[in-house]
């Protein structure tokens, strides 16, 4: 047997990979996916859609190109910006931070979103946890301090932040945006819920790069992902991307479910409605964060019992996310906001766990 240390690199050896719960939980909130599939005559065209598909064919660059021109068009992107898929966000930010030079920095306000950190590090890269303020809130300053101390340095802004839920100020990231030489990657994965954006800074920024996702909207099992940009970088990030990375079954659900972007719309409209009813009723029984996103981050009163109280959902088939280990986060969880039944059964096991 070959000595294990002396193939595979230090910064892998020492972490554990990304736990996925296995099992089919009877409610499932911890992974902010969509509780809605598209409605039955809808997914009856989408597979007469996928009929006709080449799959004995590699993905077709046009079918590719086309997708991003309906991109571009439907998220107003300036000309001139251009756009690169990737299999999920995730995707993209590895294949980010392959094409970065070891000597740039990754920071992030902390606490965020756990892939930023653990994808800098298992690629070697150094990162720099910037504390958020006690509200969740950017700490600006220590930011602009981070930035400025670990030049070259790329900063990720969740926007809205996971696991907190909050967007932060425009004019925030505008202030950071004025740091000259600080690449900024603002990660709008939940931007159908908070509606919020800073696409339109692009033409004017070329340091600002912006992330989308279709996972939270509904499409979480398609794993696809974009990123738009000047071109001086996508011409980079083309290089890094393997050349078939978004199978053509996905290429075609993409372009079919932009055709129901107002299904999307909808659903995505119901879950922000069913957001303040369930922040509602939270916020009776534990400290409850407001959210742009589609998910609440909570800390019930007796905090130091969020592990028994998640592991007495689990045991009442209600899967949600313990978020109680992170720094800054102690005795919190963080749900997905679910369908209006969804949300009751976990609201009612709650209570008994509490
Ligand atoms: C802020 C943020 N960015 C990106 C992702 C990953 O999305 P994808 O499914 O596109 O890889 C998530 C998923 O939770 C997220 O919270």
Known sequence: MAKLERYIADQVRARAAYHVPAGEPRVKLDAMESPYSLPIEVRDRWLHA????????????????RLKKRLAAESGLAPGCEIVLGNGSDEILQNLLLAMSPDVTVVAPTPTFVMYEQIASLLGRRF???????DFGLDVRALKDALTRHAPALLFLAYPNNPTGILYQRAEIEE????????????????????ATVIDKLATHPQLMVLRTLSKQGLAGMRFGWLAADPVWTHELEKVRLPYNINSVTVATIGFALDYADVFADQARRIRDERAKLFGALAAIATVWPSEANFLLFRPHKAHEAGRIHRELEARGVLIKNVSHHPGLTGCLRVTVGTPDENQVFLAALAQAL
């Open 50 to 65: 996928l009929r006709d598909l080449a799959i004995n064919r590699y993905p077709a660059v046009d079918h590719y190109q």
């Open 176 to 195: 950071l945006l004025a740091i000259e030489d600080a690449l900024i990657v603002v990660d709008e994965a939940y931007y159908p819920f908070a509606q």
């Open 128 to 134: 720099v946890g910037v504390p958020l303020k006690d």
